[in-house]
């Protein structure tokens, strides 16, 4: 009887590291629902200082089509102007129309967080910022393996608060590039 448990357990195990986004962030009328995202190495100083991009989506990212990227298999850029992975993402309509976000992680002595970028592509075709500067990311957990966290935001007082936005996202995702 325990071998069978047990076999059922260990089919499930990886079912409950999948990868997950869910939340929203929304400002002025304006909601972008994610439910997925990636999270990747995407430079490399000359320091070693490793930063990390982490990309949320509000639909379902294709996958084997950024695998099939051949320089993202090279070795890591100085910089993440000369990384084409981001270029990749966002050129994913099907993924990121209704919404997507960036968030940049520079290790190291920075060791900084920052949301680059929260867009979506209007109805009449044209790319929309949404961000009102007080969105906050904090991580849970954070490895070369595994980032798990919140985007959250503060409440600011007037007159700064004219472009707050409001957030709740979770996510937990692995790190790395598609194979």
């Not at 629902?33 to 989506?57: H, K, P, Q, S, V």
Request: charge should be negative; aromatic fraction near 6%.
């Amino acid at each position: 009887m325990r071998i069978p448990v047990l076999l059922a357990l260990s089919l499930l195990m990886p079912i409950a590291h999948a990868d997950t986004v869910r939340g929203f962030c929304e400002r002025d009328g304006k909601r972008l629902d994610f439910t997925d995202g990636i999270a990747f190495a995407d430079a490399r100083d000359e320091n070693g200082t490793l930063t990390t991009m982490i990309y949320l989506t509000a639909n379902k990212l294709d996958r084997a089509a950024l695998a099939k990227c051949a320089d993202c298999a090279k070795p890591l850029p100085e910089n993440t102007a000369l990384s084409p992975r981001g270029d990749l993402i966002e050129a994913q309509r099907s993924a990121t129309a209704k919404g997507w976000m960036e968030i940049q992680h520079v290790g190291g002595e920075l060791d900084m967080t920052t949301i680059v970028n929260l867009m979506y592509l209007a109805d009449n075709g044209t790319l929309t910022g949404l961000d009102g500067g007080n969105g906050r990311v904090s991580f849970d957990s954070r490895s070369e393996k595994r980032l798990a966290g919140k985007v959250t935001t503060e409440a600011r007082e007037a007159p700064m608060n004219e472009t707050d936005m409001r957030c709740d996202i979770a996510f937990d995702l692995a790190v790395g590039w598609p194979k």
